[in-house]
């Protein structure tokens, strides 16, 4: 089986990727993990994420063309951050023919967008072992404090207020229309994600369990 999750930062996409992959057995494929990986070592895409901007299409397509290769997405895959904008999504269709590969499900998680100002502004990280935190659902027990070891939290550059509103501009000009591309394509399937992770998880769940 495989799937795509769209939505607005925020929305708890990772979050439900994790859970999913766990729980289901599929390749959780983020791009925002590929390319914070790829930013330690490339310069462009480092400023392009703290900025918050989206890395250009062309590459994102072939980093997903490649990782599509692996011998692991035979399990089926769950897409997270990925496709992004219309370009990549009619770039991404080319390529699901050629390997004759399908895409069984679209999730929409639905967030309004001051609730996902207030998820990710108020995300603190450990920076030594990356566990996060938020600070006010889910706060280290000593403020700014990572419980496992006592490092100072910091706070991701592109976590920072006017960089996520930056990012929510982003997204409703360029990810919103694929929210009608895929209507269109008759796969979505619409998620409230303003309700607990718990929840949202079982909304999903539910059109898992009975392919
Ligand atoms: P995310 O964790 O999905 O919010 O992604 C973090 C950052 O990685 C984004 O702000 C972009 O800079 C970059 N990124 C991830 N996925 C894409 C994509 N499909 N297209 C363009 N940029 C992307």
Known sequence: MNCILLGPPGAGKGTQGKKIEEAFGVVHLSTGDMFREARKSDKVVDELIALGQLVPDDIVVDVIKKRLQKEDIKKGF?????PRTLNQAKEFDVVLETRQIKIDLVFFIDVHFEESVKRI????????????YHVIATPPKVPDKCDFCCNLLVQRNDDRESIVRDRLKI???????????????????????????????KQISKHLEIR
């Not at 769950?78 to 990925?82: A, E, P």
């Not at 502004?121 to 996060?132: D, E, M, Q, T």
């Not at 919103?176 to 998880?201: H, M, N, T």
């Open 78 to 82: 769950l897409l997270d951050g990925f």
């Open 121 to 132: 502004a108020g995300r603190r990280v450990c920076p030594s072992c990356g566990v996060s």
């Open 171 to 201: 997204y409703r000009k360029h990810s919103e229309p694929l929210v009608d591309y895929y209507k269109r394509a008759g796969s979505i399937v619409y998620i409230d994600g303003s309700k607990g992770e718990l929840d949202v998880f």
